[in-house]
């Protein structure tokens, strides 16, 4: 049987012990060696994405590091999504721009330019294009001020970039013909955000057949995702993600994806599968920061959740042993990039005083 017909075993032979409410069982068959080399074929990395207008994404890179963006001018994008932390946070859940404190953790953002058109993005998947979340993040999102009585509206904020000569000159040489406001904004940020790629990883190395370039104890892990731990039915490809939404059982209050699609049942308490690319530099872990560690996700995900109606069919106990949970992370920790992320760039000087609404200028 081929590596797809194994896994496809493996599967259907989890759904059956899922609706009969019984574990995986201690051991599964391991796959062969022949069976690895095959399946590898599987989390070949592509090529990165070409760059079709560099002037916009070098015009998006500066608005994604600039605060003036913001409400406030205190609040850029790249707060909530550091680059050497994979485009993530360690905060279990981030500050906005009218000072609270927001209900997740903020999602990472590397590798999203490979995320399939019309697939929503962010943990309940509100917003079908990246264009859209940049625009409502600054609109009546985390860079907004909405929460306070002294709200900015976003003429101001557009106002306050469009005085800014060197911007004025970037916008007419990227997007010659659009204004400059918050549309033109959020399509120079989500061209930036599309160029995020993970990171060389050892395990792309061990994948293109350098086999000292991860330890056994990780090769073992690799098996171990992509067999008995049944992490691959949510985490697969080489972005390890399906881009989906799945109730995992961890929230009792937020209803993720289900409060967007009200009506589905499997979509209460869902929330998106986040790529495992670079996820040991990110703890702690789930929308709600709810898993300290890599070890504390593994051991949730062997006591199955919160069983309720919602509930992925797949999410069900798991019986791992010591030295199987550490080679699974093991493996995880082998998807970190290096060097990740980019380096922050020198931002436009203003001319002149600070526009009405600036709290700070960034220099």
Not at 77 to 88: D, I, M, Q, Y
Request: proline share 8%; with cysteine; net charge neutral.
């Amino acid at each position: 049987m081929d590596k797809g017909g194994r896994r496809a075993a493996l599967l259907l032979a989890a759904g059956v012990l899922a609706l009969s409410g019984a574990s995986m069982p201690l051991s599964a068959q391991p796959f062969s060696a022949a069976e690895i080399a095959g399946m590898k074929a599987d989390y070949k990395r592509p090529p990165p994405r070409p760059i079709e207008n560099p002037k916009l994404v070098e015009l998006g890179r500066l608005l994604f590091w600039d605060p003036r963006l913001s409400a406030s001018g205190k609040t850029a994008c790249v707060t909530c999504h550091l680059p050497e932390l994979g485009w993530a946070v360690k905060d279990p859940r981030s500050r906005n721009d009218s000072g609270k404190l927001t209900s997740r953790k903020s999602q990472t953002l590397i590798g999203i330019g490979h995320l399939r058109d019309g697939v929503p993005n962010g943990w309940d998947g509100r917003n079908v294009t990246l264009e859209a979340q940049a625009k409502s993040s600054i609109a009546s999102g985390s860079m907004s001020m909405r929460e306070t009585e002294t709200p900015v509206k976003v003429e101001i904020i557009e106002e306050r970039i469009r005085a800014i000569p060197e911007y004025a000159e970037r916008f007419k040489a990227a997007l010659p013909n659009a204004p400059i406001n918050i549309d033109s904004m959020a399509t120079a940020v989500a061209a930036y955000e599309r160029t995020f790629e993970p990171g060389p990883a050892p395990f792309d190395r061990w994948i293109e057949g350098d086999e000292a370039a991860i330890s056994d104890a990780a090769k073992q892990g690799f098996a171990l995702f992509n067999n008995k731990g049944l992490c691959f039915t949510c985490h697969g490809g080489w972005r390890f993600t399906d881009d989906k939404f799945h109730d995992i059982g961890t929230s009792t209050k937020d209803l993720g994806r289900g409060r967007e699609v009200k009506n589905e049942v499997e979509m209460q308490y869902a929330f998106k599968t986040p790529t495992l690319r670079s996820v040991a530099l990110r703890a702690p872990y789930m929308h709600d920061a709810s898993s300290a560690t890599l070890d504390a996700v593994m051991r949730h995900y062997e006591k199955g959740g919160i069983d309720r109606p919602s509930r992925s069919p797949f999410m069900m106990p798991l019986q791992l042993t010591d030295q199987e949970r550490n080679n699974l992370i093991a493996f995880m920790e082998t998807l970190t990039g290096k060097p990740e992320g980019d380096a922050a760039p020198k931002l436009p000087a203003a001319v002149g005083p600070a526009p009405a609404g600036t709290a700070s200028q960034a220099q």
